[in-house]
């Protein structure tokens, strides 16, 4: 049985796990609330480094008092990027300290494929196209020919920095997406907003502000629906044309906008109407989460993939196609 401790700090939540292939048996976690405005990449980062040797500490303890020894922790895995540079550098220093004083290996994970392997894990998905929209990135990815092929993907801010910035413009307070969600659902009218599709990709910096501006003649539910209206329709969309440009049968939800009660309906008719399964998983799995992480370098580390202490470099614009699934046998693919 492998083990491995993983740490995620890509943005906002600092999370550190310990999995083995059967489950999570251990996670910390110490979430940066910004006083006022959205994340300020600086402070998160002085969050992380505050809180880091306290979360591996809580972590190793709570793993001990479930009776087992840190000397059975194969590798250290951490998020390698996409993310905060200043984050990603908080966390990969840990991790190294960590990796030398246990004399194990590190393993280099990408941030959007641990969001992918949780969901493959925790939800009966298989070979699914993943629609995985979070803070800063929104993409629809699936596995093909030996790497996890973005499909589509947004040209400039992820759905959720669009939630988030149109939110705080409106006065709410950070993370402004499930705010956005409650006052969508009191809405009485529809109000017209761009929809921005090129090609596979997405827009939304441009929503974003068209929705602002929309705020001085309309009320702010019917504005926070008529932008989830049709941020959501655009996703769906190009996440629908990839299912039928694969072929496969599976649809699977992965990132904290995942959370959103309509973004999810909307989904499911898509997939209800082409005759394919949609998978979401439980919501602590949804956000950035320690065990993504951990899980993700588990498979890495089984299929022989570690990474050297001298090239552990991060990399804040780290794509999720530029990665070997070595983990996955390409005879596993249903095409
Ligand atoms: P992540 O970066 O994957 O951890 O996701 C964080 C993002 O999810 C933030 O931009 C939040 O505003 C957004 N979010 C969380 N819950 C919801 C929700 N119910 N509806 C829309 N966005 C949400
Ligand atoms: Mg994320």
Same mark, same amino acid.
């Given at each position: 049985m492998t083990t491995v401790l993983g740490i995620e700090g890509t943005a906002w939540n600092l999370s550190a796990a310990i999995v083995d292939e059967d489950d999570v048996i251990a996670e910390v976690t110490e979430t940066y609330q910004p006083k *006022? =405005? =959205?994340?300020?990449p600086r402070e998160a980062a002085q969050h992380h480094a505050l809180y880091a040797s306290d979360v591996i500490e809580r972590l190793l303890r709570e793993y001990q008092d479930k009776g087992y020894s840190p000397q059975n922790i194969d590798a250290i895995a951490f998020?390698?990027? $996409? =993310?905060l540079g200043a984050c990603l550098r908080t966390v990969a220093t840990s991790a190294r300290a960590l990796a030398l004083s246990l004399d194990i290996p590190l393993v280099g994970v990408n941030h959007c494929i641990g969001h992918v392997e949780i969901g493959r894990w925790k939800t009966p998905a298989f070979d699914p196209v993943v629609l995985y929209v979070s803070g800063g990135n929104s993409q629809v990815l699936a596995h093909r020919a030996g790497k996890y092929r973005i499909f589509g993907e947004t040209l400039d801010i992820g759905i959720g920095n669009a939630l988030d910035k149109f939110a705080r413009g409106a006065g709410? *307070?950070? $993370?402004g997406g499930p705010k956005v969600e409650e006052y969508a659902r009191k809405a009485t009218s529809y109000v017209k907003m761009p929809y921005v599709v090129k090609g596979m990709d997405f827009s939304f910096s441009g929503l974003s502000t068209a929705a602002t501006d929309a705020l001085k003649d309309n009320s702010l539910e019917d504005v926070c629906y008529s932008f989830q209206e049709n941020a959501f329709a655009m996703l769906v969309e190009v996440t629908e044309r990839a299912l039928a440009h694969t072929g496969k049968s599976e649809v699977l939800l992965a990132g904290g906008v995942g959370a959103n009660m309509r973004l999810r309906e909307m989904l499911d008719v898509m997939c209800e109407d082409r005759g394919a399964s949609f998978y979401v998983p439980e919501k602590r799995f949804m956000g950035d989460n320690g065990a993504m992480i951990a899980y993700t370098g588990l498979l890495m580390f089984d299929s022989g993939t570690t990474l050297p202490i001298e090239s552990s470099h991060v990399d804040p614009s780290f794509r999720p196609d530029t990665v070997d699934v070595t983990w996955i046998a390409d005879e596993q693919e249903v095409l």
């Open positions: *006022t =405005g =959205g994340i300020h998020s390698q990027g $996409p =993310g709410l *307070t950070h $993370p």
